[in-house]
């Protein structure tokens, strides 16, 4: 859970980095970044903020009490990064440990890989291949193993998994290629 929530954290970071914004735009942006198999509810975003402004990272702009919308709504409060916010950003993007690979995290860490040098990019994009490559091993020796007691149906998701963890790894292999040659993700490679 500890790893789920240093996560959150840093994706909330990234884009408040970016501009201000209030709860419902930045849960949007949120699970637009966190991708479709994971959907951020408020009972998990809300601490999150909270949080981060005990830590001095964050500040919630809170709209006067007497000011009101149009409808007779009460405005929105906006959270923006403050100066330690943006430093601590910074001290993240640029740690390329195994938090940074991991599962919950390597996703977040690759939305911002523009803002992270050339190094730092490689050395997660190694690690997280690394980290699979050790995956696959175990899985692949389990499966043999137990290739015997296991129904059909639990043997083709084994086999999903595995190649799904191979097709990541070729796309990660094909990610450090492009980064030591100097490409941008997506460019054609030169024919030469």
């Not at 949007?28 to 903020?49: D, Q």
């Not at 702009?61 to 910074?90: C, M, N, Q, W």
């Not at 195994?98 to 190694?126: C, Y």
């Amino acid at each position: 859970m500890a790893r789920r929530g240093a996560a959150l954290e840093f994706a909330v970071l990234g884009l408040l980095h970016d501009t201000p914004m209030h709860g419902y735009e930045l849960r949007k942006e949120l699970n637009a970044l966190l991708g479709w198999s994971r959907v951020l509810s408020y009972g998990t975003l809300y601490p999150c903020l909270k949080a981060l402004g005990k830590k001095g990272y964050i500040v919630a702009d809170d709209p006067a009490e007497t000011a009101v919308t149009a409808r007779g709504r009460r405005g929105k409060i906006v959270y923006r990064l403050t100066a330690e916010g943006k430093e601590h950003f910074s001290e993240l993007l640029s740690a390329p440990g195994p938090s940074s690979w991991e599962d919950e995290s390597f996703g977040i860490h690759f939305a911002f890989f523009s803002r992270t040098d050339s190094r730092t990019r490689v050395r997660i994009l190694e690690g997280r291949r690394s980290r699979l490559e050790e995956r696959l091993e175990r899985v692949r020796s389990t499966a043999q193993r137990n290739r015997e007691r296991l129904d059909a149906y639990t043997l083709e998701l084994q086999r999903h998994g595995l190649e799904s963890v191979e097709r990541e790894v070729r796309w990660l292999t094909g990610l450090i290629d492009a980064e030591r040659s100097g490409q941008k993700p997506g460019e054609p490679r030169d024919q030469a």
